[in-house]
Structures are given as structure tokens and as C-alpha cells.
């Protein structure tokens, strides 16, 4: 089903500029989109047709099938929740609570439902410590998410976000994308703006490039991205991963398509056996010349004097657990893959880390081995906190677990509901030892 459509829309400003000319879009229900392009392309002003705040001045734009002038606006502002790029233009009230308590009171809700509502998103974008302070005292960080949550507790069907990652720091934006990928596992559309090429061919389902008001290209991130001349004519730049990617085709020791995750990257690189140089650490003290032996320890290459299995030759001193260079390396580096249990935590609706045995996960964990621990999820990341647990990772958490088994580390991941799934699905997809484990 198609949440957002548009056909042949055009808006033109008081002053003349053309904003948007014969614009064809759509976004499927339950899809993440990302609309690229440089400032000034027309995303800012094709986003605010999407609620109504601007009306079509020619084409169609079109909210679940239903053509947007002939829909009440409460109902479109209702399933379509519009986050601003600067959460100062959003938040206004004197109170965190009051600010995201006014979207639900123009719903007419009553007061209980409002206060239920409030105090859900609070619990869930854990800020319930800033509930009563005043939005203009927090942080660029804090401000996006109070924006966010006031959206969401309107409870919409399709979240639009202009540049939600924009100013924030590297925490900042983990917990954000967080945020956007439960809300979408839990069947939300999400619709963002941004410059970030890295972001978008990680993130997105499909992607839109504008430019001059025009849709220059949409598609999936594979063909978008794989297509160098198309990149460089929009006037983007190629995600790190790709750019990476094609250096190392060039010298011979990559093939295949393009990737746009480092475990695609990876793939590319198999039984290509043209590097007989490995970097390690040293097992021992070590000096120019010595044969080693290498293999694989706690996801670590390590070298020490001997000749069985692989082997090689130092190529500098080295002291134990300093890194050290091995040529002329002779064998196979084959080691075997660690194990992902993905433990079921309760989800925000069903209590989240309040409603969490956590005497049962401490002895799960306990009895079971574990080198990394992820957290994905708001219900996770909280019962991490809660516990006192060392999170290794947070944010591209399946990746990031895939590539630490595949390192030979044992990986325990938390997450809730349908993000359990997904974890699961996704580990087997790639054939990796995999099992789940209901708290």
C-alpha cells in the first residue's frame, strides 16, 4: 500500500522561484525513505506537503490513496507527523510535558488520554528526567528527541524528518537512528532528508535525489550508489564504503557489486589471495626475521615463534602485545565463527526494562559465555543501563554482531519484540550460528 504519492507536483513561491516542478514521489507503507540533494534541491519544501502545511498548487498529493484536498487536515496531520530540521521552530511551551502534550490536546484526546500518551513517550525516549525543564534549556540532542516524541505520540502512521541527524554528535545520531528504526519495525513509514550519503545507503529502503526542484533520480541504494557518473552529476559524494570499495577493485583485491555494509565489503574480498603481509600482535617478544606462527585469538590476529599451521616472517622487533608485520605468510587463516544468542526483552508497551527478570538474565549470563554485547532497542539499551552491563555496541548492532562472530567472539545481543526477529532473520540470512532466548 502506498503511504505518500504525489503526481506532477509543482509549488511556486511568492517571489517567483520555482521550488518544485512536476515532482512524481511515493513511499510505500512501512518503508524507510531518503530524499537527497544539495540546499535549496526542494526537500524542505516537498516534506511540508505532506502534512498540508503547504497545499499543492498543481498535481496531486496523495495520503493513503486519498487526495490530500479532499481530506480533513486534522486526519492528514494525524497519520502524517512532520519533525522540523530545527527543533527550536517545534518546541514552545514551558515544560518538555507541555510541548509534547500539544499535539495529542489538538486531537481533542481527553485529559487522561493526553497524560497517557505524555508519559509513554517520555518512558520510551527515556527523558522522563527532563519532563519538567524547559525545551530551550536543553541540548541540540535533547531538543531532536523531545521534537520527535511529540510527534510520535500523536500516534501517526508516517514520520517525515527533516535532517534529524543535522548538528547532533556521533551519540546523538545513534540514538536517533535507534529511535527511527524501532518506530519502523513497529510498521511506521519514515520519510528523512539528509546530506549524508553514508547514512542514506545504510538506512534507507529507497532513495529520492532532488535537484532544482526536479526528482534528478530515485531508487534502491544498490543502483543508486553503483552508479558512479549519477553520483557525481547530482553533485553528492560516494559513501566511504564504496569509495573504498572501488580503490581496492582497481588494485586487483576486491570484486563483485558494489557494498554498501562493511560485511558486503567483506564478501567482496573472499579468495582474493593477493596480500602475503598481514599486520598482528606479537604473542611473544619478537625480532626482525623470526618465523612465526599465526592464528586467530579472542577476534585478534596474534603471531608467535613456530612454524605449524600459517606461517610467516617478522618483519620488525616487536615486544608481546605490540602490533607487528608478517610477511611472506604460507597457509590458510581459517578460524571458527562465535555464536549470536539473541535474548527477548519486554517492549516499552509491555513494561520495557521495568517488567525485565533481571535476576534470570544475570544468571543466563553467568552460565554462558559472552565476549560483545549489543543492545538494540529503547527497552534494551535501558535494561543495559539498569544492570550496569558494558554495551559493546549500539547502533548497527546486526552488523556489528555478524562481524564480531565472524571474528570468533561469542556475541550476546538484547533487543525486543519484532527487533529480536529481525536480528534473528538477518543472522540466519547470512548462515551464522544463531539462537534466541525469552526473558
Given at each position: 500500500m502506498t503511504a505518500i504519492q504525489t503526481?506532477?507536483?509543482?509549488?511556486?513561491?511568492?517571489?517567483?522561484?520555482?521550488?518544485?516542478?512536476?515532482?512524481?514521489?511515493?513511499?510505500?507503507?512501512?518503508?524507510?525513505?531518503a530524499v537527497l540533494g544539495p540546499n535549496g534541491s526542494g526537500k524542505t519544501t516537498?516534506?511540508?506537503?505532506?502534512?498540508?502545511?503547504?497545499?499543492?498548487?498543481?498535481?496531486?498529493?496523495?495520503?493513503?490513496?486519498?487526495?490530500?484536498?479532499?481530506?480533513?487536515?486534522?486526519e492528514v496531520r494525524r497519520r502524517v507527523g512532520l519533525v522540523f530540521q530545527e527543533s527550536d521552530n517545534q518546541l514552545f511551551a514551558p515544560s518538555v510535558f507541555e510541548d509534547i502534550a500539544f499535539g495529542p490536546r489538538n486531537l481533542r484526546l481527553s485529559h487522561d488520554e493526553v497524560k497517557k500518551r505524555?508519559?509513554?513517550?517520555?518512558?520510551?525516549?527515556?527523558?522522563?528526567?527532563?519532563?519538567?525543564?524547559?525545551?530551550?534549556?536543553?541540548?541540540?540532542?535533547?531538543?531532536?528527541?523531545?521534537?520527535?516524541?511529540?510527534?510520535?505520540?500523536?500516534?501517526?502512521?508516517?514520520?517525515?524528518?527533516?535532517?534529524?541527524?543535522?548538528?547532533?554528535?556521533?551519540?546523538?545520531?545513534?540514538?536517533?537512528?535507534?529511535?527511527?528504526e524501532e518506530l519502523n519495525n513497529e510498521g511506521k513509514t519514515i520519510i528523512i532528508s539528509t546530506h549524508d550519503s553514508d547514512l542514506a545507503a545504510s538506512w534507507a529502503d529507497r532513495i529520492y535525489i532532488l535537484n532544482k526542484g526536479k526528482v534528478f533520480r530515485s531508487g534502491i541504494p544498490k543502483h543508486i550508489f553503483?552508479?558512479?557518473?549519477?553520483?557525481?552529476?547530482?553533485?553528492?559524494?560516494?559513501?566511504?564504503?564504496?569509495?573504498?570499495?572501488?580503490?581496492?577493485?582497481?588494485?586487483?583485491?576486491?570484486?563483485?557489486?558494489?557494498?554498501?555494509?562493511?560485511?558486503?565489503?567483506?564478501?567482496?574480498?573472499?579468495?582474493?589471495?593477493?596480500?602475503?603481509?598481514?599486520?598482528?600482535?606479537?604473542?611473544c617478544d619478537?625480532?626482525?626475521g623470526d618465523k612465526v606462527s599465526l592464528e586467530i585469538r579472542d577476534g585478534m590476529l596474534v603471531a608467535d615463534k613456530g612454524s605449524d599451521g600459517v606461517t610467516g616472517i617478522a618483519m620488525f622487533n616487536g615486544n608481546k602485545g605490540e602490533d607487528i608485520a608478517v610477511k611472506d605468510v604460507v597457509g590458510?587463516?581459517?578460524?571458527?565463527?562465535?555464536?549470536?544468542?539473541?535474548?527477548?526483552?519486554?517492549?516499552?508497551?509491555?513494561?520495557?526494562?521495568?517488567?525485565?527478570?533481571?535476576?534470570?538474565?544475570?544468571?543466563?549470563?553467568?552460565?554462558?559465555?559472552k565476549q560483545k554485547i549489543g543492545a538494540m532497542g529503547t527497552s534494551a539499551k535501558a535494561l543495559m543501563n539498569k544492570m550496569e552491563l558494558k554495551c559493546d555496541f549500539e547502533f548497527d548492532v546486526i552488523q556489528s554482531a555478524m562481524l564480531a562472530a565472524l571474528r570468533g567472539l561469542d556475541v550476546m545481543v538484547f533487543a525486543s519484540g519484532g527487533m529480536a526477529d529481525r536480528v534473528v532473520e538477518k543472522v540466519k540470512e547470512r548462515k551464522l550460528n544463531c539462537r534466541g532466548f525469552n526473558i
Open positions: 503526481i506532477g507536483l509543482e509549488y511556486v513561491y511568492a517571489d517567483g522561484t520555482q521550488a518544485l516542478s512536476g515532482v512524481n514521489f511515493e513511499a510505500r507503507a512501512g518503508e524507510k525513505v516537498l516534506f511540508y506537503h505532506f502534512n498540508g502545511l503547504i497545499m499543492p498548487a498543481k498535481g496531486e498529493v496523495r495520503i493513503f490513496g486519498e487526495n490530500i484536498n479532499k481530506t480533513d487536515i486534522d505524555v508519559s509513554y513517550v517520555l518512558h520510551r525516549f527515556d527523558i522522563e528526567a527532563i519532563g519538567k525543564k524547559n525545551p530551550a534549556n536543553l541540548s541540540a540532542g535533547q531538543k531532536k528527541r523531545v521534537a520527535i516524541a511529540g510527534v510520535v505520540a500523536m500516534e501517526p502512521d508516517v514520520l517525515v524528518l527533516d535532517e534529524p541527524t543535522s548538528g547532533m554528535d556521533a551519540g546523538g545520531i545513534n540514538d536517533t537512528l535507534g529511535i527511527l553503483s552508479d558512479e557518473k549519477l553520483i557525481s552529476e547530482a553533485g553528492l559524494r560516494q559513501p566511504v564504503i564504496v569509495q573504498t570499495y572501488r580503490e581496492f577493485r582497481a588494485r586487483g583485491i576486491s570484486k563483485g557489486e558494489v557494498p554498501l555494509s562493511v560485511l558486503d565489503f567483506m564478501e567482496s574480498m573472499e579468495n582474493i589471495k593477493v596480500m602475503n603481509i598481514r599486520c598482528a600482535i606479537a604473542g619478537l625480532k626482525t590458510n587463516l581459517q578460524h571458527h565463527e562465535g555464536k549470536i544468542t539473541v535474548i527477548r526483552v519486554p517492549a516499552v508497551i509491555e513494561g520495557g526494562s521495568r517488567a525485565a527478570d533481571m535476576e534470570k538474565i544475570y544468571g543466563f549470563l553467568d552460565k554462558n559465555k
